[in-house]
């Protein structure tokens, strides 16, 4: 039995993706984020299966293996057949606990938290335009289920995981957007439900903070994609990636001029527990790295750039019903990221990384299964 459970201890966290695996090992030996102040507390995640909730798990895990910080991780999943196949072997450490349950459904785990990351939410514009009220309310009520969750274990932080969408269709003359810009968004368009929804949420957080003292930090994300992306995502730059590494010309449905800065996924990692860990409560940070600022498509072109031996081109094919596609409108957007920087967090992967380091992991994915 100790020699099983010495075995167990060493398990590492991304066992088939050495791409994911090697971002969280060098995410856990980051001096800028103090781990230490996690050791023997206990973090719950919601949206724990989805892209930045797993990866922030395993950081934990990985931190726990390597830092000996002895975190306890309670995972929040509505399907414990895909949190098997997420963490696989990992959860044979004991360190991941999986609470089955739904979000929108009143908190029942039985246990105490210390940290909570909130960020089960709709991920898929498709989602948000063929269900907006399902999209509302699994924001809205699901969000002030977790803050009472909080609120009764009396939590030392919560993070909300928000949306670069909440700024809306900023003005032409916007510039660079802090955190108390507000753009247009049109509540009649069922497309807003996912940023009408965000906004909300982000003051029912603030409203928390003010009236029952919770302290909870919001992180607004901008896109975010790289190791850890599963092969068969829907978000574009999976399928650029994709056409990639299947040799297929990549195909627009607009003419791609909105443009984005975005943010590598261990870059995005590092910044939500620096947010939960040192963020000033009721506020907001921006979490994108300024240098990737680019076109929908002068990416498609790039990503032909990077993956020559793909011998791809972008066709662009745009249909009359191209609003069932759930796509944004046609934007400029352009975060400032000066106050989480401000905290210490500087991102470290620039855009052509993100699109190799994304396809191998995609590849090794698409491998495995």
């Known amino acids: 039995m100790e020699n099983e459970s010495r075995q167990n201890s060493q398990i590492i966290e991304s066992p088939q993706d050495a791409v994911l695996q090697e971002d969280l090992e060098a995410l856990v030996r980051d001096g800028s984020i103090p781990f230490d102040r996690l050791h023997r507390h206990t973090v719950f995640v919601t949206g724990a299966t989805g892209l930045l909730g797993s990866q922030v798990i395993k950081a934990l895990a990985c931190s726990n293996r390597i830092n000996g910080t002895d975190i306890r991780i309670l995972a929040l999943v509505r399907s414990r057949e895909k949190a098997e196949r997420i963490f696989g ?35 898929s514009s498709k989602y948000f335009v063929s269900n907006p009220v399902d999209t509302i309310l699994t924001a809205i009520n699901g969000t002030v289920n977790m803050l009472e969750f909080a609120r009764k274990n009396q939590v030392k932080g919560f993070l909300y995981l928000s949306s670069l969408e909440v700024y809306g269709t900023p003005s032409a003359d916007a ?25 909300m949420v982000e003051c029912i957080c603030a409203s928390y903070a003010s009236q029952y003292q919770v302290p909870v930090r ?33 195909v627009l449905h607009t003419a ?23 963020g000033e409560n009721g506020s907001a940070y921006n979490v994108t790295n300024m240098d990737t600022r680019i076109s929908i498509a002068n990416m498609a072109q790039l990503v032909c750039e990077i993956f020559p ?34 905290l210490g967090w500087k991102p470290q992967v620039g855009l052509k990384d993100m699109f190799l380091r994304l396809a191998a992991s995609m590849q090794a994915g698409r491998s495995t299964n």
């Open 89 to 123: 072997t990992l959860l044979e450490r004991g360190d991941i606990h999986i609470v089955q349950g739904d979000v929108t459904q009143a908190v029942a785990c039985g246990e105490k938290a210390d940290y909570i990351i909130h960020g089960a939410s709709a991920t």
């Open 256 to 278: 791609g001029r909105t443009e984005r800065s975005y943010c590598y996924t261990k870059d995005a990692v590092a910044a939500m527990l620096l947010i939960l860990l040192n």
């Open 218 to 250: 919001i992180a607004r994300l901008s896109q975010t994609f790289g190791a850890g992306v599963e092969y068969d995502d829907g978000r574009v730059f999976a399928e650029f990636a994709r056409c990639a590494l299947e040799k297929k010309d990549i």
């Open 175 to 199: 510039g660079l957007i802090g955190e108390s810009y507000s753009g247009y968004l049109d509540p009649l368009s069922v497309r807003s439900s996912y940023s009408e929804g965000k906004r």
């Open 309 to 342: 031996d793909s011998h791809i081109h972008v066709q662009f094919d745009m249909p009359k019903d191209v609003a069932s596609f759930g796509y944004n409108p046609e934007m400029v957007i352009a975060l400032d990221a000066a106050k989480l920087m401000s």
